[in-house]
């Protein structure tokens, strides 16, 4: 029961992130556009912090977190992308505005993880409701930025009609990175997969319909992504890749699941937990340059 509100608060949270300790959840949010961020213990609510308030208003953002770092990816009041670190010298958080040139779109949101060799990963959707993959440059050999951080974009062209105001979210394995969305197209959940060349698929077979929130992990046992998502009727289902979606419930008026079948939920959530509990502590790095 308890995974099954804690998968209830990252799908209804603006973002999340594993802590380091493996046992606490970073819940972000961005009511009345201030950007706060709070550490969920399991039982309680822990320490509570404003990176921002010039956030735009119940938009997404997202927070990297490992061992000796906190990055939070954010969208301002007017529609940019930010970039927050906490400045443990100054003891406040900094933000990148070279991010600034990057506009989203009115409805967009974002998603964020680190790549391969650590750099920071950014996929948002654009004026024009495309998705953009921005990813860090200028990384010296010791991880170091100490001449500040460059971003190159690239367009995904490949994405089949992204829903304006599609969820996002990105997943990086040994193939690479894929980013998964919601298509207007086919009302279903579709791949971006990147390598040498990016490709897109459809993904979980079945229409889902308007979704409200969207989490995708790797099962590892069974070598398959599975989702789940926030419907618009506040029903959270599960999906697993080739399989059916099972509905785990439904979020009442508080925003805590009333769950279908306590044993089921538990079983289907395994997926789920053994991915956002595992954190790898990277070297500790010199980012962004801030402005």
Known sequence: MSQLQDLTRCLLAAGYAAHPDGQSTYLLSTKDGVLVSKLWTGNSFGEEEIIATSVRPDSSAAILADADDRIIISITAASTLAAFQYDEDEEE?????????????????????????????????????????????????????????????TVLKKASDPLLGTPISTVLDDNGLHVFYFSAADQRVHQLHGGETWADEEMFDQALGPLQGLVVSTNREKGSFEAYVLTADKAVLQAEDGGDKRELGKVDGNGKLVPNTTAECFFSLFGFFAISVSVTSCRRRKRICWY
């Open 93 to 153: 958080w900094i933000q990148d505005r070279a991010l600034s040139v990057y506009n989203v779109h009115g409805k967009g949101r974002l998603s964020a993880c680190y790549t391969a060799d650590h750099r920071i990963c950014i996929v948002f959707q654009n004026e024009s409701g495309a998705l953009v993959r921005i990813e860090e440059t200028e990384v010296d050999s010791d991880g170091s930025l100490d001449e500040g951080a460059g971003w190159t974009a």
